[in-house]
């Protein structure tokens, strides 16, 4: 065995990897780029040797300073995690040029899988089936519509060394052939250097269906089963679970046989997926193979309780596959959501920043427990726009799928960040659609399901505001329990009450607290409710209103708090009456971003005299305009931003001089 290896990669994988590395007695040296300087898997391997720039071309993707890495380090072996140079074929070769054990397939495997089309004309030979449609060389337009109007429409067109959903498109007609296909290769040329495509026939309604096969250099090769990942975004995978549901043993035999088969076609070593997408009535073709370890293969470990990690080092090293058909079987259920910094509703766009809080649920064992979670980050790292936006990934296992859907609901309550926008919440009502639950599969679930999945933003409950209102009082309150240090609005004979306006996404809510002498009173409208017993303690914040224990997380930024209750998470702005001290803002406006966004308008110009309360500029965040008003009466010094920039919280928007217009 090993006894010193080089991962090739970061983030999460970097830092899994890491861990069997050290449970199995061998050193991990990890690589890093300048980006990635205080990233968790630097500190997590047992050495780091800096690469390269942030741009993933003169780091990660550098094959030269990769190599020469695990040279300096004195690494026997390199593994490429996934992404970046995992199925690159000269990278392969370059480490077996080097002296360097390659943690993966041959390169001649990596090179028969790599181009879509070559591959899909292997598996015909092998008689795996394949989907409708020509995966040849000509590349003729006209040539390409005549075999989309043989096929018969909708047709698929597909780079044919595409992945990650890029050169993709639907064509539903043979007039809109020509315009679909100068589209799909443009993006396929810019994406993959490649504007090859293949046409296959369109499923209207498919599930994407995966094996997990292994293989070792005695001449065996298994299938660990499969897994299902319908359910996907812009062509990307947002929850896999294992085994697939519906999957009856006849057809799990039938396409673990067509995967093995796949795979002993190329001569395959190591951990690869073959991946099928399948029709409703229960037939499948093969549509291409990742060579490589999958991001959901965590799934496939708390099913069959193995470590495939550690499969791919012992196969690497030479050794029999751990275990064989005979001996892997399939015990309970196994979901995962990819945790991601993006936004949902503004099409899953890329969100970053930093982790200013981040709380994760309880892990539970690493294979076959309740919950497991890969992570590469911690608090306070930051998401780059360099690299993909995972923050962790989240896995389950339940002894079936409705006790598995069950924890991951409960894990993903338990899920709170702060920072970036993340798909947490989305994830949330994604588990608990009634399509997903009821294991109505498809890779078109997302967008057929959209006005459920994404609903219109609602009121705030009383029990958010309380919670946010007594974190805001409180939260400032003199340790010394004294009533005279208290800031809490103690009186001793009499009533004292404040008014906190809030605004959401569904507008603007106010509540009062009044001081009383037997309790601390919440007033909206004609309700009027006691809250007691207030514990807040850091984030987490308890409160008992008017009989109902309250429990949650707040966590403020400025004038912005995000709390975390009952599972879900509003981020609400808090309309500070007060100017804060040596600001010089009034109650009319704030002179800084209340939160991150964009400027959309500006009202005033540099040298303009403006009165108290007169509109400067207008910001547009969390779906919402917020306009900026003059504290006082003056001259505008200088404007700091322009329309379309992107604003960070806190930031100065604008200078104004005080004085009179």
Request: charged share 20%; glycine share 8%; with cysteine.
């Amino acid at each position: 065995m090993f006894k010193k290896i080089l991962i090739a990669n970061r983030g999460e994988i970097a830092c899994r990897v890491a861990a069997t590395a050290r449970r199995m007695g061998i050193q991990s040296v990890a690589v890093y780029s300048d980006a990635d300087a205080h990233a968790r898997h630097v500190t997590f391997c047992d050495e780091a040797i800096a690469i390269g720039p942030a741009a993933a071309s003169e780091s990660y993707l550098n094959i030269d300073r990769v190599i020469a890495a695990a040279k300096q380090s004195g690494a026997e072996a390199i593994h490429p995690g996934y992404g970046f140079l995992s199925e690159n074929e000269a990278f392969a070769a370059a480490c077996e040029k080097a002296g360097l054990v390659f943690i993966g397939p041959p390169a001649s495997a990596i090179r028969a899988m790599g181009s879509k089309s070559a591959a899909k004309s292997l598996m015909e030979k092998a008689q795996v089936p394949l989907v409708p449609g020509y995966h040849g060389d000509n590349q003729d337009p006209v040539f390409l519509q005549g075999q989309a109007d043989q096929i018969g429409y909708p047709v698929l067109l597909k780079a044919t060394a595409g992945g990650g959903g890029k050169g993709m498109r639907i064509v539903t007609r043979s007039e809109d052939f020509a315009d679909a296909l100068s589209s799909c290769q443009r993006e396929a040329k810019n994406s993959f250097g490649d504007e090859r495509v293949l046409v296959e026939k369109y499923l209207t309604r498919p599930r994407h269906i995966e094996i997990q096969i292994f293989a070792d250099t005695q001449g065996n090769c298994v299938s660990l089963f499969e897994r299902d990942c319908s359910v996907q975004r812009r062509h990307q995978k947002v929850l896999e679970e294992a085994p697939a549901p519906g999957m009856s043993e006849e057809r799990r035999q039938a396409m673990s046989a067509a995967a093995v088969a796949a795979a002993k076609a190329v001569a395959y070593v190591g951990a690869g997926t073959v991946e099928f997408i399948a029709n409703q009535d229960g037939s499948f073709y093969f549509m291409e193979m990742n060579t490589r370890l999958q991001v959901e293969h965590p799934v496939t470990e708390m099913i069959t309780g193995t470590d495939l990690v550690e499969w791919q080092l012992r196969v690497a090293a030479g050794e029999r596959l751990p275990q064989l058909q005979h001996e892997l079987t399939i015990t309970g259920h196994a979901i995962e959501a990819r945790i991601y910094a993006e936004n949902p509703e503004k099409g899953f766009l890329p969100s970053t920043g930093r982790l200013d809080y981040l709380h994760m649920p309880q892990a539970v064992q690493f294979t076959q427990g309740a919950v497991r979670i890969d992570a590469g980050v911690t608090q306070g790292d930051v998401i780059s726009p360099f690299y993909d936006p995972m923050i962790a990934k989240l896995i389950v296992h339940g002894k079936d799928r409705a006790e598995a859907l069950a924890r991951m609901a409960q894990a993903l309550a338990a899920f709170q960040v702060v920072g970036p926008a993340t798909n947490v919440a989305f994830l949330g009502r994604l588990i608990a659609s009634e399509p997903f639950a009821a294991a109505d599969l498809d890779t078109g679930l997302i967008e057929r399901h959209h006005d459920s999945l994404f609903p219109q933003p609602q009121t705030l409950p009383l029990a958010v505001l309380a919670l946010a209102a007594v974190s805001l009082v409180r939260s400032a309150t003199s340790a010394t329990g004294e009533p005279w240090a208290q800031l809490s609005g103690w009186r001793m004979n009499s009533t004292y009450q404040r008014s906190f306006a809030f605004s959401s996404e569904a507008g603007v809510q106010t509540i009062q607290l009044s001081y009383r002498r037997d309790a601390l009173w919440l007033e909206a409208g004609d309700l009027q409710v006691p809250l007691k017993d207030i514990s807040v303690s850091q984030a987490a914040v308890q409160v008992r209103m008017d009989g109902l224990q309250l429990q949650g997380h707040v966590v403020r930024q400025q004038d912005t708090f995000h709390v975390f209750h009952a599972g879900h998470h509003w981020q609400i702005l808090w309309r500070d009456p007060i100017a804060h001290a040596g600001e010089g803002e009034a109650d009319e406006g704030r002179l800084t971003a209340p939160m991150p966004g964009k400027i959309i308008a500006l009202l005033v110009s540099a040298g303009e005299r403006v009165a108290r309360g007169a509109p400067l500029l207008i910001m547009e965040a969390m779906k919402m305009e917020h306009t900026i008003n003059a504290p006082s009466d003056g001259t505008v010094s200088e404007l700091l931003y322009a329309v379309g920039d992107q604003v960070d919280e806190g930031a100065q928007l604008l200078s104004l001089s005080v004085g009179e217009a």
